[in-house]
């Protein structure tokens, strides 16, 4: 059975840090990309920042320079690193798994973990 579990979300100030971690189970992380997407009230679910296998990072516009997404492949583990947050990064924010065997798709999701930022 596949598990992500995400933690590390809280309520912060404008300017403040935070840490938020996904660890997976049921899967090997080495063989998949990783990414951290976020869902604020009334609005579509977008990628904020994504890892493939190989290392390689990619972000949204708006957290670039603010947030970095890493990966520990050892303890299963992905995080996300945001400094400087702002009040519209206040939303859930997700983990994913995906990979491609062939014609296969997997397609994993974690539960998600609320960030709000608000003085």
């Known amino acids: 059975q596949v598990q992500l579990v995400e933690s590390g979300g809280g309520l912060v100030q404008p300017g403040e840090s935070l840490r938020l971690s996904c660890a997976a189970s049921?899967?090997?992380?080495?063989?998949?990309?990783m990414g951290w997407y976020r869902q604020a009230p009334g609005k579509q679910r977008e990628l904020v920042a994504d890892?493939?296998?190989?290392?390689?990072?990619n972000y949204e516009d708006s957290v670039t320079g603010r947030f970095t997404i890493s990966r520990d492949n050892a303890k299963s583990t992905v995080y996300l690193q945001m400094n400087s947050l702002k009040p519209e990064d206040t939303a859930v924010y997700y983990c994913?798994?995906?990979?491609?065997?062939?014609?296969?798709?997997?397609?994993?999701w974690g539960q998600g973990t609320q960030v709000t930022v608000s003085s």
């Open positions: 994913n798994a995906r990979r491609r065997a062939g014609t296969l798709k997997y397609d994993y």
């Open positions: 890892i493939t296998k190989g290392g390689n990072t």
């Open positions: 049921g899967i090997i992380l080495d063989i998949y990309d």
